[in-house]
């Protein structure tokens, strides 16, 4: 069981213009801590803008050794041969996924508040599995709600690493690293002001807050 929770960065959906020097600088500032990056961009169909907007950002985590996960889209990733996708629940399947992607690929899998989806995740060869939305969130809209017994009861009986996600912040995340979630999956607490500031104060956050006890 892995007892040091790190951070998974998710994009905001507008990575254009000075977006790839703020990554660049929230994976220095993160350096350790900031393990996956995800490209996260809607509305665009066109798979070469895709591809044209993910090239530097891909370069930028190749450079610091930071996994770059695709957002939901299989095809993509393969194009990019980006590291891994992660996938929704309408997205496709992790079979899938895995033959056309290779048995390198890191493959997650959106699981809401649902045990029997992240078993059934695991099962179908997933890599991690995602858990949320942990508190209001205003990067996306969110049905669903998960507690922290669901963490906690994950990280006692699995292996397979779990992902925390939704409304997570530097003031709340420590009981999300207690319960045991492998990553914090972050967006707008990071984007949406100084992303170097937001990095240190998770790390710090994070390394501060009480391990999970690993007795069930």
């Known amino acids: 069981m892995n007892t040091t ?27 350790g801590v900031v393990t996956a990056f995800q490209f996260r961009v809607k509305g665009i169909d066109d798979q070469h803008e895709a591809a044209r907007l993910a090239e530097p ?21 393969k194009r990019l ?3 891994g996708v992660h996938l929704g629940q309408s997205d496709g399947e992790v079979k899938d996924a895995r033959e056309r992607l290779g048995r390198d690929a890191q493959i997650g899998v959106t699981c809401h508040n ?11 060869g997933a890599d991690y599995v995602a858990f949320g939305a ?11 709600r998960a ?12 292996e397979l ?23 914090l999956a972050v967006c707008g607490a990071v984007w949406n002001g100084d992303e170097v ?16 006890d690993p007795e069930p």
């Open 81 to 83: 041969n980006a590291d």
């Open 197 to 212: 500031a937001a990095v240190k104060a998770f790390a710090k956050a994070m390394e501060d807050a009480p391990q999970p």
């Open 57 to 77: 950002l891909q370069a930028i985590c190749a450079e610091r050794d930071v996994a770059f996960i695709v957002n939901d889209s299989i095809a993509l990733a």
């Open 114 to 124: 649902s045990r029997h989806l992240a078993m059934q995740a695991g099962e179908d």
């Open 5 to 31: 929770c790190q951070l998974y960065l998710i994009s905001p959906l507008d990575v254009s213009g000075d977006f790839p020097d703020r990554l660049a600088r929230a994976l220095d500032a993160g350096k």
């Open 161 to 183: 690493p779990s992902v925390a996600i939704g409304g997570i912040t530097p003031d709340n995340c420590a009981p999300l690293v207690t319960a045991g979630a492998d990553f």
């Open 147 to 158: 507690e922290l017994d669901l963490l906690e009861w994950w990280y006692h009986v699995f």
């Open 134 to 144: 942990f508190f209001p969130t205003e990067t996306k809209e969110t049905e669903y």
